[in-house]
């Protein structure tokens, strides 16, 4: 249901990200919108340009709130391990704090046009490369074996945080952190050096 007490814009926003992710970008017309907001068709042209615009305003908000949730670990002065465990709670916080708007992000990007296409891409590798310099310190610390391949490292963990927009529901048994640290056990399980290779 549409929150009211938002500014216009922001309505139009929620809705567009719940009908995006239910539905998917193509299959939600602008007059689905406007029927969900209770407006007439035309009179969503006084707030938007297009239906695209929203899209890339929605991709671009999730972009913008993974940046502030992971970027500011760069500067956290704690070992490899507990920085990774971090950054995949953190990632996983707001896919489940967004789950909406997570989705078309992660579902529904490949229907922008090719500039804002190549602006998710770009977006895309510099969240590939913070997770690549967070496997690559713990290599260097001696905490994560010296054998890992780190590329292929952080797809995985990429795979694992990024999905869970595909079968997370917010208020079930497991809470974000639940997630992160059980996915983290698991993976820092297989990543850490042996006892007796460490400094």
């Known amino acids: 249901m549409t929150d009211t007490a938002k500014p216009r814009r922001e309505q139009i926003l929620d809705s567009a990200s719940r009908l ?3 539905r998917g970008y193509h299959a939600t017309s602008m007059r689905d919108l406007a029927g969900d907001l209770g407006m007439q068709g035309g009179s969503l042209y006084a707030h938007i340009s297009s239906k695209e615009e929203l899209l890339i305003e929605i991709v671009n908000q999730a972009s913008r709130q993974f940046d502030t949730a992971l970027f500011t670990l760069r500067g956290e002065a704690m070992p490899a391990d507990q920085k990774l465990r971090e950054a ?4 996983i916080r707001v896919v489940a704090d967004n789950m909406d708007s ?7 990007w490949k229907h922008l ?3 804002a296409y190549a602006r998710v891409t770009g977006w895309r590798d510099t969240i590939d490369a913070f997770y690549r310099e967070l496997i690559t310190q ?4 001696g905490t994560f074996r010296a054998d890992l391949d780190i590329k292929m490292t952080s797809y995985l963990v990429l795979s694992a945080v990024n999905w869970a927009y595909t079968w997370y529901r917010p208020g079930g048994n497991l809470g974000p952190r639940d997630v992160a640290e059980q996915f983290a056990d698991m993976l820092l399980g297989g990543l ?3 006892t007796g290779e460490r400094p």
């Open 20 to 22: 995006f992710s239910e």
């Open 88 to 91: 995949m709670y953190r990632h």
């Open 102 to 108: 997570a989705t078309v992000f992660f579902h529904e």
């Open 113 to 115: 046009s090719p500039e």
């Open 138 to 141: 713990g290599v260097q610390e």
């Open 192 to 194: 850490r050096a042996p």
